[in-house]
């Protein structure tokens, strides 16, 4: 059974910047693309990145100025860094991991099959 | 970057049949995904693609896409499906490869 569990401190200070890891259990984390993805209290999910085990990269355009995903396959974690915090990064921030599907004739479209329970991250001084 | 946009909030009498709905530009390129929310837990995938439900998600959920609307159906609501639901879609605006939710639509179950 495959889990993630994500880490990290739950209190950051603003302008400083926000470092969360993702631990990958029961299965290998190569050969799989990873995903953060993050809430607001009361509000809806917004994604912010993807990292495959290689090493690539794809972040949301609104967040890209300020986010680096890393992998590390020896430890079988990912991890996320949002610099330049605000208090509008305050969120539930979850792991996940993304499924790339190529059908035969249609465009490959994603979804996220597992996550993790969630960390809550605070921005405030 | 696009935009998928649901009903904020849906309701269905206890085993009558509800859909749900997302709608955006994105979806007449590429399938939507459908998560499950139930307060203080982590999203849940029901429904991917054209119409897959993974491994223990009940029949009763099922999946449809016609043009720019993704859509959600569960056919005899039960009252453990009251939680908030989202779809999801994968987007390339430019060069940026990017990964949209929509809004979110609460379903309550009378």
């Known amino acids: 059974q495959v889990q993630l569990q994500e880490s990290g401190p739950g209190l950051v200070k603003p302008s400083e910047t926000l470092s969360l890891a993702c631990s990958v259990s029961?299965?290998?984390?190569?050969?799989?693309?990873w995903s953060w993805i993050r809430q607001p209290a009361g509000k809806g999910l917004e994604w912010i990145g993807r990292?495959?085990?290689?090493?690539?990269?794809n972040y949301s355009p609104s967040l890209k100025s300020r986010v680096t995903m890393s992998i590390d396959t020896s430890k079988n974690q990912f991890s996320l860094k949002l610099n330049s915090v605000t208090a509008a990064d305050t969120a539930v921030y979850y792991c996940a991991r993304l499924i790339a599907v190529v059908p035969a004739d249609i465009p490959e479209y994603w979804y996220f099959d597992l996550w993790g329970r969630g960390t809550l991250v605070i921005v405030s001084s | 970057s696009s935009e998928l946009t649901q009903d904020p909030a849906v309701s269905v009498a206890l085993g009558q049949t509800v859909r749900i709905t997302c709608q955006g530009d994105i979806l007449r390129s590429y399938y939507a995904s459908w998560y499950q929310q139930k307060p203080g837990q982590a999203p849940v995938v029901v429904i991917h693609?054209?119409?897959n439900r993974p491994a223990g998600i009940p029949d009763r959920f099922s999946g449809s896409s016609s043009g720019n609307t993704a859509s959600l159906t569960i056919t005899g609501a039960q009252a453990e499906d009251e939680a908030d639901y989202y779809c999801n879609s994968r987007d390339i605006s430019g060069n940026h490869v990017d990964s949209v939710f929509g809004g979110g639509t609460k379903l309550t179950v009378l």
């Open positions: 990292i495959f085990s290689s090493g690539n990269t």
């Open positions: 029961g299965d290998s984390i190569s050969y799989s693309f």
């Open positions: 693609g054209k119409n």
